[in-house]
């Protein structure tokens, strides 16, 4: 059986606070942003949730509608990749944590994805 440390969890509550200043992913509001952890491209068990990497901005309804229909299938019925998004945005962010560099490059990544 292969077990995930809780260790390979990456825990950052300030790439957290990061995501929240982004708009949803989805329709693009500023409005009740979460930070929404996508689980079923993360390697996580039951009752745990995934690394803050696999994070990304969703509004309240948006990430309210994710869990309700299933994450996979609502992911596709929007045309989205979210591990692509997670990835893009944990990249931004660790290339540009400085002054508010990370903010406006994701802001314009967001708002970029259709």
Same mark, same amino acid.
């Given at each position: ?25 989805? &329709? ?5 942003? $979460? ?5 079923? +491209?993360?390697?996580?068990?039951? *009752?745990?949730? #995934? ?7 969703? &509004? ?5 509608? $994710? ?5 996979? +299938?609502?992911?596709?019925?929007? *045309?989205?990749? #979210? ?32």
């Amino acid at each position: 059986m292969n077990m995930i440390r809780k260790a390979e969890f990456k825990r950052m509550p300030k790439y957290l606070k990061y995501i929240r200043t982004l708009p949803c992913v989805v &329709c693009k509001t500023n409005q009740n942003i $979460q930070a929404a952890h996508v689980r079923y +491209i993360a390697p996580c068990g039951t *009752g745990i949730k #995934p690394s803050d990497e696999h994070c990304l901005s969703l &509004c309240q309804p948006c990430h309210a509608e $994710q869990h309700s229909r299933g994450e996979e +299938i609502w992911w596709d019925s929007k *045309g989205l990749d #979210p591990r692509e998004i997670t990835e893009g945005l944990w990249d931004i962010f660790n290339r540009f944590d400085n002054a508010g560099q990370a903010w406006a490059n994701a802001d314009i990544y967001v708002r970029g994805i259709q």
